[in-house]
Structure formats: structure tokens, C-alpha cells
């Protein structure tokens, strides 16, 4: 018997410790039982609690609102246990309680219990996380109204740009093919100003025009089977009289024969021209840029190595995001763009199912390096 009893006392101080609330009630809704825990959370005295009904212990609003009283008649007619509610004290409290029939040796139900769990700290992180979503959400759809706008407005302009660019170039044209007279060396010189900056502009509506199909994904890339060295080729060689001004010493290695690639030839000398060009503008004069080309396992890899002002290791991920400026020094100012050829580039070489990445260190020059698949 003192077994026993050692064993009940062991499960009264094991109930007594639970965090939760625990009450028991008979079917005339009358509280048999309630832990420490109840006392501490409601404030009240056993004396006021243990022997009186529901109603007079739980407030009358508070059993109004949640029907508790009907929920537990219905276990009690049922033996079916109720899983889940959701109690709101006052002060701001919130409870979940749950309805458990206790079955006596006969089976029969004379007593359920009633578990009451605080979920106040827990509904109000809720609370918090459903405001702060709703502020997310409203913020995205301000940031999503704003970069559509934006987008809109550049694209319109690009286009609107178009039309006027076309026709001045037409002219440059037939200025070039002596179609409007011959140009004296005064004349001619004025006219190579204005042969640079409207090529500028032309690759400035291009690049604005390139960034809002990558961002829309209606960037497009016509593939076909290609020589990627015949375009390393061919873009080293646009690029080589900007080189000479700067006196830079250019080569191209090809290593061995290479695969075929099927790609765009366009856009993948567009990706040369970029970083060839970057190259040239960010090494000082008399500078080294090298172009290597290597069939490697499944992909072709390019590499483009200069030693220029090099990159700080912080900004390498980030040089390939729109308009960034490396080290608070305008792309702008410094290649006359608009910072997007590297982004352009990122895009190109993704669209193909390869990607790009730079090695640099500040001083000491970069290298920037792409991958092309191999053609099926």
C-alpha cells in the first residue's frame, strides 16, 4: 500500500509542476479538480474554484463567446473528445484548450478534463509576423508598381530614341559615303565627334533596351552551330585599334582544337566585346590583356586577364549587378555606358547555360571568366 500511495503522490507532484492548466469537471459542470498551475494564471483561490460550477468561475462572456460549456456536454454524450479552441481571457490572455473524456473501470464517462496551454506570446509573434507580412507585401507591391513604371518609362524612351538615332545615322551614312560632298579636315574632324557620340548614344538605347528583356525574360538567343574561336577572333580584332590608342599589348591563345558551341553569335560577341572593352578602359596605358580559350570537361572556358586597377574582392559578385558603381567610381563616367555590360553580359552567358565570374584583386589586375557548353 505505501508502494502505492509513493507512486500517487509521484503523479499529484508531476501534475501539480505541468505548465499547462488542467481542470476537471463533472457532468453538471461542476470543477472537481484544478492544478497549481490554474491558480497561478487566474489569480483565484481553490477555495473559489473547487466544488463550484462553470459558470460561476469562467466569465460569463468568455463562455458565451467560445460555447465551452456545450463543447464539454457534447464529450460527455459522446465520449468524443474535442481537439482544439481557442479561449481569450481578459487582460489579453490567449489560451488553446482541448476536452478529454476519463473513463471509469466500467467504461462509462463521468469526468472530462480540460487542457488549457497559454499561447499568448505565441498569438502575438502571430500577430507581429502577420502585420509584418502584410507590410512586405504592400512594400513589394510599391517596389513591383515603381520598377514597372520605371521599366515602362525606359523602354518608352529607348524606343522613342530609336527613331531619331536611325535617322541621324542614315545621314552620318551618306556623309561617310560622300553622298553630301566632300568634308574638308575641319569639317571632318566635327564630323568624327559626332560619329562617336551617336554611336555612344546608339549603345546606350541598346544596353537600356537588352536590360529590360533580361529583367522581362523576353531576352531570346538564336542558336546555331558556332566556332567560338572565329568569334574570340573577330572581336579581338574590332576592339584593337581602341586597344592601340591605349597602347595595350593584346594576344589571343586558342589550345588545341576546339568543339563546336551552338549559340548566338551575336550575343556572344556581344559578351567579348563587353569585357574586352572593360579591360582596354580600366588598364592604364601600355597595359597586358590576354584572351585564352580551353575545351575543359562538358564546356568550353574563356578567360579575358588584364593587369589593369584591379577589382576589391568584396565588390566581385556585386560588379555584375545594374549600374553598379565599383569603389564610388561611376561606370558611366569611367566607360562611357551605363554600367550594364557586365550585367548584359551575365545574361548572355546564362541564357546559353554557362555563367561568368571574376578573379581580381585591387592593383594587380582581373580576370574575368565565361562558359560556353559544348555543341550536341
Known sequence: MKGIESVREYQEDIIESIPSTIIVLDSGLKILYANRNYYVKSGKKERDVVGERLERVFSQMLIEKTRIDEKIRQVFETSIPFNGGQLRYPGG????????????????????VLLMEDITELTRLEEELRDSYVRLENAYAELK??????????????????????????????????????????????????????DHMIRLVEDMLDTLKLESRKFKIQKQSLKLDEIAKSAVDEVSRLADLKEHAMSLKINGELP???????????????????????????????????????????SISD??????????????????????????????????????????????????????KLDKGSTFYFTLPKGD
Open 307 to 360: 593587369n589593369g586597377v584591379g577589382i576589391a574582392e568584396e565588390e566581385h559578385d556585386k560588379i555584375f549587378e545594374k549600374f553598379y558603381t565599383v569603389g564610388g567610381k561611376s561606370l558611366t563616367r569611367e566607360s562611357e555606358r551605363m554600367g550594364l555590360g557586365l550585367t548584359i553580359a551575365k545574361g548572355i552567358v546564362e541564357a546559353h547555360g554557362g555563367r561568368i565570374w571574376v578573379e581580381s
Open 93 to 112: 490572455l490567449f489560451f488553446f484548450y482541448k476536452i478529454h473524456p476519463l473513463k471509469e473501470a466500467d467504461m462509462s464517462i463521468r469526468k472530462v
Open 145 to 198: 508598381e515603381e520598377a514597372e513604371a520605371k521599366s515602362d518609362f525606359i523602354s518608352t524612351a529607348s524606343h522613342e530614341l530609336r527613331t531619331p538615332l536611325t535617322v541621324i545615322n542614315s545621314y552620318l551614312e551618306m556623309f561617310e559615303d560622300g553622298m553630301l560632298g566632300e568634308l574638308d579636315d575641319n569639317q571632318s574632324e566635327k564630323f568624327a565627334v559626332i560619329r562617336s557620340q551617336t
Open 260 to 302: 563546336r558551341i551552338r549559340g548566338d553569335r551575336q550575343r556572344i560577341k556581344q559578351v567579348f566585346g563587353n569585357l574586352l572593352t572593360n579591360a582596354i578602359k580600366y588598364t592604364p596605358n601600355k597595359g597586358r590583356i590576354n584572351v585564352e580559350l580551353k575545351n575543359e570537361n562538358g564546356h568550353l572556358l574563356v
